[in-house]
């Protein structure tokens, strides 16, 4: 997506997200926290559910920060509505797996593309463009 684009979610009822959204709209960052509240917003008023993988979480919370912000981080995190968060079980490893030697997707990207499909997510939002190149699920680009 570039800067003109929108969030286009009219069709889709269950989003899976990539770490990055969450870093993106948690920290404030420009300028995709505007594109990340579209979805957030929908999150809050009950028009979407979203799921992501435990692998966000512990990437959400491995960054360098003061304890301060990486506790904020975990608190919004825990408390996103319409979130589902899932461990990864051997349906997903094996799904990560798949995907990781049909695509070489590094192993974090694997289990979350693995995790958005195991969900039946209609789509998987992201800013890694590599990873367009998942043909087993739509893969938004933000």
Avoid: W
């Avoid at 989003?15 to 917003?41: C, M, R, S």
């Avoid at 301060?68 to 799904?95: C, Q, R």
């Amino acid at each position: 997506m570039n800067g003109k684009e929108k969030i286009n979610l009219t069709s889709i009822r269950k989003i899976g997200l990539d770490t990055n959204i969450f870093i993106y709209h948690f920290q404030n960052v420009a300028p995709f926290k505007t594109k990340t509240d579209i979805v957030f917003e929908a999150l809050v008023k009950g028009e979407l559910k979203a799921i992501t993988s435990i692998v966000a979480k512990a990437e959400l919370l491995s960054y360098k920060q003061p304890l301060k912000i990486i506790s904020a981080l975990k608190d919004k995190f825990e408390s996103t509505p319409n979130l589902t968060v899932f461990d990864v079980d051997d349906g997903i490893a094996l799904k990560a797996a798949e995907l990781r030697r049909k695509y070489s997707f590094r192993l974090p990207d694997a289990i979350q593309l693995g995790t958005a499909i195991a969900a039946k997510a209609g789509a998987f939002l992201t800013n890694d463009g590599r990873l367009k190149k998942c043909k087993e699920i739509k893969v938004m680009v933000i």
